[in-house]
């Protein structure tokens, strides 16, 4: 009997290494799809900005300027919603155009701020990125209350926002700016934790499961740029 339970014992715990090993691949694959997501959207923003044709093309062709913006929309919201329908190399697929689009319509960032403002700006970001999603991997306290509040600010704000587009307040547009810093701030912890919990569970690596670390990695991901866009505008006296 004691033989039998100490064989069920070594079982048990080399389940726990190989789901443990398992779910630290898929929590580098998160990491690592965000940052060539980055990388392609920086790499594009700046060979964008730095081609005058077509930062003409994109930029007095309004109707192609906000075909991008509406291209961008959709394919957050098929991927998004159709993700269990489509597989992994086309959601990937999907993610990378994703980036590139934003790259181009980010691209108008270099006409407004300097370029020692916007690095600057994105170490910033990326310090305060990195805690707070390590706060959100390590930390024991349930961040879901906090992260649906966290989101129906984030509707306010939109909501803020358009109303600004009329009014034209700058201090509308201050209280605005640090709001989101905010809440990105504190949704960057929310969505570590929910994608460190969904994939706790997973027993596997299959397609399934890799399709959710790429939708872990869209969303910090585009917690990063927000939260990038928002201190820019805080950090963004130097201007050319």
Sequence with gaps: MQEKDLRNVMTDERGIAISSSTFATLMRKVYTWMALALVITGFTAYGVAHSPALMTVIFTNKLLFWGLIIAELAL????????????????????????????????MIFLAYSTSVITKTFFITAGMFACMSFFGYSTKRD????????????????????????????????????????????????????????????????????????????????????LFLYLLRIFGGNRD
């Design 76 to 107: 957050v919201f098929v991927v998004s919603g159709m993700i269990n329908r489509l597989s992994l190399t086309t959601a990937t697929l999907l993610f990378i155009l994703y980036s590139i689009i934003n790259g181009a319509t980010l691209s």
């Design 143 to 226: 961040l879901s209350g906090i992260g649906r509040i966290l989101f129906m600010a984030l509707i306010g704000i939109i909501i803020a926002t358009i109303v600004n587009l009329f009014v034209k307040s700058s201090g509308f547009d201050l209280i605005i700016t640090y709001l989101g810093v905010f809440i990105f701030v504190g949704l960057t912890a929310w969505d570590t934790q929910k994608i460190k919990q969904m994939l706790m569970m997973a027993d596997g690596m299959d397609e399934s499961v890799q399709k959710i670390a790429l939708m872990g990695a869209l969303s910090l991901y585009l917690d990063f740029i927000n």
